[in-house]
């Protein structure tokens, strides 16, 4: 496995695959890998001859006041976890070399950004869109693979590579949990002892979702009232950043579940902002 920094070398690296007319899955993630990472990784090797997995905390897209600095990292550890699932290239390129002095140029959508997440996170589209044409410039994947836990992040991908006539499979992979249901996600270390069973409401609201859909339940309302009776079980520090009952193609909220729907969720614990979300079917 090699690990790479520089961008002109992991360029380099693909091309010679692509010369071979061998193909190659991208898995781009912000490290400290976990059992989702993994499984995005072990779905792209299922996809192409060599997986290319790149660990970036892109300073993009963060805002100012969040947590870029914090943000855990755990590089060997992570090498170790790739080079265990075969991955044959790891790019771990510095914040210089991505954003040099100078740097203007950022990839934005006019819509998909305005709802969900982007609402509180009004740059977060941005840096993510930027990050990952950048990327897939310099890696030049034949495919590559998202988790559905960002659900609005494999959109906004999907929505760009179309627009941007990217010659790119996007392949999205089924959120991974914790036993208990808790959406893995690498901001969970953030949590107390005391604050992680509260956690578990998020799960609980898309459970209770989930079967009220299934017993008939077609109003909007009423899903976001069941949810917000559930997390007023959790403690003072916890706060909803939003609910959404939404399009899972526009993200635009729906009048009436009618068709396969999501519920979208962002949710405050002390200062640890955790997401989730499933698809409803009738
Ligand atoms: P991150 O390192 O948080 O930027 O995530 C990198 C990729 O892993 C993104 O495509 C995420 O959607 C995906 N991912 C993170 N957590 C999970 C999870 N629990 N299940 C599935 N995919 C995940």
Known sequence: MKVIASISEMTRFSEAIRKKDQSIAFVPTMGFLHAGHLALMTKAKECADHLVVSIFVNPAQFGPNEDFSTYPRALEKDLEKCREIGASAIFTPSDDQMYPSGYETYVTLERLPFHLCGLSRPDFFRGVATVVTKLFNIVRPHTAVFGEKDFQQLTVIRRLVKDLNLDIDIVGVPIVREPDGLAMSSRNKYLSETQRPHALLLHRCLEAAENS??????????????????????????????????????????????????????????????????????
């Open 213 to 282: 859909v299934k017993q008939g339940e077609t109003d909007p309302g009423n899903i976001l009232a069941q949810a917000t009776d559930i997390l007023a079980a959790g403690p003072e520090d916890m706060r909803v950043d939003y609910l959404s009952v939404c399009d899972p193609d526009t993200l635009e909220a729906v009048a009436v579940i009618q068709e396969k729907t999501l519920m979208a969720m962002a949710v405050w614990l002390g200062k640890t902002r955790l997401i989730d979300n499933r698809l409803l079917v009738p």
